[in-house]
């Protein structure tokens, strides 16, 4: 299943739970440079220097926007951490890992 080729569903059905912690390290094998922190999928990218990490960020916010689920980051100098989860779940859906999967084609 290449998750980078879907998009992430919005609103998600009423009654979506979040994702077994089986059914979500299976996903994770699809990006397995992003790690599982509790509910969190989390990934910290190291670029060149800070505009570069401003350039990753305007493209991650585009991205985020687009696809209508929005991670939370941070930038510190020229490393962008990166963390995602759905709300509407409180903990992990398949959005977070078809996410995850676009942000690795940036």
Sequence with gaps: ????????RVPL???????????ASELGR?????ELRGDRLTRTFALKDFPDAMNFVNA???????EN????FTVRYNKVEISTWTHDVDGL?????????KIDRL
Excluded: Q, Y
């Design 13 to 23: 059905p009423k009654g979506t739970t979040k994702l077994e912690p089986a059914a």
């Design 60 to 66: 991650l916010a585009a991205l985020a926007e687009a």
């Design 69 to 72: 689920h929005h991670p939370d």
């Design 1 to 8: 299943m290449n998750l980078a080729n879907r998009h992430c």
């Design 30 to 34: 699809e990006v397995p440079e992003w």
């Design 93 to 101: 859906s398949e959005n977070d890992f078809i996410l995850a999967a």
